[in-house]
């Protein structure tokens, strides 16, 4: 599993921007469109830190004053306006903090709904192509542990940075505000801390990606088990893989740790050095206190000064290593933000002739899959099917029958030739368009964990429920969901795993003809019934074929038979055309498919047909 997980990490490396391999925070400027959306947000944090720290820097003068001219009985009212101006300071500081909390936390909150929507969003518009090399888990992770990164990073960790920067800053101008002299040596020793900061945060970074990109790959892997629980029970393989997943979930604990111990040995190290730094100043101090050229106040106001600066910077250096996770969680959903579909919208679309035919030609079309080049699917395919024509496509398996349906839905484009519907090729018109006028309905239903009125309404968003019933009693539904408890509202579970095959079936029958789309394409629909549920099906299909061109990839009999053609494919080329009798006759590839398929059940498939 470990071998898997890696080899997994370097394909996926290979292709990932250079930006990766630059070990900073500058990724997170991405988030800064996200920002610009919410300038009153920003503005309000920006004061409340601004406030919070000006109000700290305040506190150091009071103690000086206090120390040098209110320990004595005559200034005893002096000393009591001090400290009343010190509660008032204590109320504002804890206002300005409450007012940093809600803004940045309510900022964070935001942005990451936002970059969530987007991110889904995007990769809804993503080509099968993408799918085809990337794991939905590991894309899963990426929206709900790598935004959770990214939230505390632009929430609670940034503001900390912000200010710490600020009470830095503020510190430093003030020390040399009090003694140029003390202030000189803190400041030579800065580099000593902010340098070694920078290095390791880097280290932190490289280990914070590698950690985030472990744990992806094993959540990736637990949700494919997951959602094929029933198999991995039916073969009693538990324990492989929770042994599987225990490794890699090790591996990403590994790295993790690795992660942990950078950070861990960086704040070490900064706290190290700051406050060294203090405990010299402050013996250089008092030596100018015994010689008298500097007051106790003074020496206690710089103090304090040093003291804020060295816990800023020390803070710092925790607030690095999260910004440095959170640069790495920024880059992984940046990733696929910048994935381009490889199916696009023309500049220029051609739109689709109105109203819809459904004539479709295939003109000499070549086709590989681009993650096999060197093998072709289809050896120029040409066919028409004229509106309201039914085509049965068979073939031995790998002949390339479900790669025709991706072409015409367009989820890819062909090397050479030409698909048009209603005349217009597939390449000049907007995908949208093109997938609006075809239904599908696939050997290998997709239910959704949603109630059974939201999965047949998924054909049509937004059709009444008068349109879902009629649909669903065209597809001979209609009964079986009224028995249900809630009948149309009855939750189906995860892949609608409550719902039998034939009943799946014939849920997606209704989506499909809720859609009335003039092309129908049935990918096997009826391959994996028995015989009452196939007959059920196949009457809801004879609807639904009726008055559109229709595309079957099919081995039942049945439907063959009433194919106004049969196209024949063997590795990638039609060899056969024409109907039933007519290549049975011809005693080729169809004639022996026909025997090996479908001469075992002929006569009871004739009953059905009849």
Known sequence: MAETLSQNTDSRDTGRNKVGNRPSITPLRRMAPYLGRYKGLVAGAVVALVLAAATTLTLPIAVRRMMDHGFSTANSHFINNYFGMLLVLAAILAFASAARYYFVITLGERVVADLRRDVFSHVTTL?????DRTLSGEIVSRLAADTTQIKSAVGATASTALRNLILGFGAIAMMVVTSPKLSGLVIAAIPLVVLPLIAFGRSVRRRSRAAQDMLAHATAYAGEQISAVRTLQAFTNEGLVTKRFSDAVDHAFQAARASILARSFLTAFAIFMVFSSVVAVLWFGSRDVL?????????????????FAAGALGALSEVWGELAQAAGATERLSELLDEKPAITVPANPVAMPEPARGALTFDHVGFSYPARPDAPSLHDISFAAKPGETIAIVGPSGAGKSTIFSLILRYYDPQSGSITIDGVDLRTADPLDVRSRIAVVPQDVAIFAASIRDNIGFGRPGAGMAEIEAAAKAALAHDFILALDKGYHAEVGERGVTLSGGQRQRIAIAR???RDAPILLLDEATSALDAE???LVQKALEHLMQGRTTLVVAHRLATVLKADRILVLDQGRIVEEGTHAGLVAQGGIYARLAKL????GADAFKGVAE
Do not use: C, D
């Open 597 to 600: 398929q479908f001469q075992a």
């Open 512 to 514: 499909a003809i809720l």
């Open 291 to 307: 010689n008298g050229t500097m007051s106790a106040g003074t020496l206690g106001q710089f103090l304090l000064y040093a003291v």
């Open 127 to 131: 080509s099968p192509l993408f799918f």
């Open 533 to 535: 549920s196939e007959m």
